[in-house]
Each structure stands twice: as C-alpha cells, then as structure tokens.
C-alpha cells in the first residue's frame, strides 16, 4: 500500500493541452516533491514545497502544496511532447531524510 | 559535477544465481539510498544509509538481500539467491541531509532480468 496516492495513473494528452495530476495522503509532511522520470533514467526533481498553500512555478509547471499539507498538484499549461515522462511525488515526514514515493503517473504528450 | 554513478546498468541472471549492484554517490553527499522499482510503480526504499551507517532497512528482505556502505561512500547492494520476482529495476540516490529538506539525486539503475 502507497502513502501517496497519486492520480490518474496514465494520462495521454495532444500537444497545446493542460493537464493536472494528482498526489494524495491522510498523511501529513514536512516538505513534498516532484520528479519526472524519463524511460532508462532515475528520477529528476523538479520541485520541493515546504509550507501549506506554497504555489511554485517551474516555466509552464504550477506546483500547488495543500493547506494542511497532505495533498499537491500539478498543472502543465500548453504541454509539449518534452513533458512526457513519469511525474512521482514524494513526501518526507518527521523522520528526517526519509522520501516515500507515490506509485506515478504516466504523462504522454503526442504532437 | 559528476552525478550518481551506478553498474552494471543491465544484468541478465537465473534464478537462484548472484548479483551485486554497485553505486558511487555525488561526492560529499552523506546520504545514500538504495530503491527497488517495478515496472510502471514509483520507487520503494530498501535501504537508507547515513555515512556508513544504516538507519533504515526495514523494507529490506534480509533473507536474500544484503547491502554495504564501507567507509561512507562507495555502496554494494546483493541478492543472493535471486528470485523470478526480483526482476526490477535497482536504482541508488544520494543527498546531503543536513539542509531544511531532503533532495534525492538518482542513478541511471541497474536493471535486473531474472530468468
């Protein structure tokens, strides 16, 4: 069983489209990230959010960090067949230095 | 900067037989994590070493499994005797814990096909 629970599982969009996925606990964290993972290559981050409400901006990426801080999402504005990959989320809780990782989701974007 | 640096990136192995997987961290980085990832699931934690020390095997399947962190650098991760359903693919992070929040910097992986 995941703590994050993260959503949609698989996402195909065209290109010029939004998109939002999702990430999911009962679980309350000390700071949650995003990374992309493209086929044959570890996780890259993209993004930590640390305080309740926080919004970052990656370019055409918005970051939203939940009030209670138990939830994020992420928005893609206009996305481009470069944003194709699989979005984790990870969540660090009161044991410093510990990441769990949500299940994914997997973004296709076709020209 | 070099990143992580894992090998063998692919191993092709029986059931029954050993592996070993090797990772050099981003130089200073103390931290250093071993996940295992199956195919279209996000990353699980096996093992998490602080320096040489591990503070956190609990997910770990110690039967089979063994890891290493000699001197706090380099890792060696080893599964001995593989099972059909540890084919996956092993990947290793390191981080400077120690600054207000953790971040994770990945190898490649290693992937394991077991026959």
């Known amino acids: 069983t995941q703590l994050l629970e993260q959503s949609p599982q698989f996402l195909s969009i065209q290109e010029g489209e939004n998109l939002t996925v999702y990430c999911n606990s009962s679980?309350?964290?000390?700071?949650l990230q995003w990374y992309r993972q493209e086929p044959g290559e570890g996780p890259v981050l993209l993004v930590t959010?640390?305080?309740?409400?926080e919004v970052k901006k990656l370019k055409r990426l918005t970051f939203q960090f939940g009030d209670a801080r138990k939830d994020s999402s992420l928005h893609i504005t206009a996305a481009q067949p470069g944003d194709t990959g699989l979005y984790l989320c990870?969540?660090?809780?009161?044991?410093?230095?510990?990441?769990?990782f949500g299940a994914g989701t997997q973004v296709v974007v076709t020209p | 900067e070099a990143g992580v640096v894992q090998s063998p990136r692919y191993k092709i192995i029986e059931k029954k037989q050993p592996v070993a997987f090797w990772c050099n961290p981003i130089?200073?980085?103390?931290?250093l994590y071993w996940y295992r990832q199956n195919l279209g699931q996000g990353p699980e934690l096996l093992i998490r070493y602080e320096n040489e020390e591990a503070v956190d095997d609990s997910q770990l399947p110690k039967d089979r499994f063994s890891a290493e962190r000699l001197k706090g650098v380099d890792s060696t991760l080893k599964i001995q005797p593989a099972e059909l359903g540890d084919s996956a693919v092993y990947l290793c992070?390191?981080?400077?814990?120690?600054?207000?929040?953790?971040?994770?910097?990945f190898g490649e992986g290693s992937r394991l096909t077991v026959l």
């Open positions: 992070a390191s981080s400077l814990v120690g600054l207000s929040t953790t971040e994770l910097f």
């Open positions: 990870a969540g660090e809780t009161d044991s410093w230095g510990k990441l769990q």
């Open positions: 679980s309350v964290f000390s700071s």
């Open positions: 959010v640390v305080t309740g409400g």
């Open positions: 130089s200073g980085h103390n931290t």
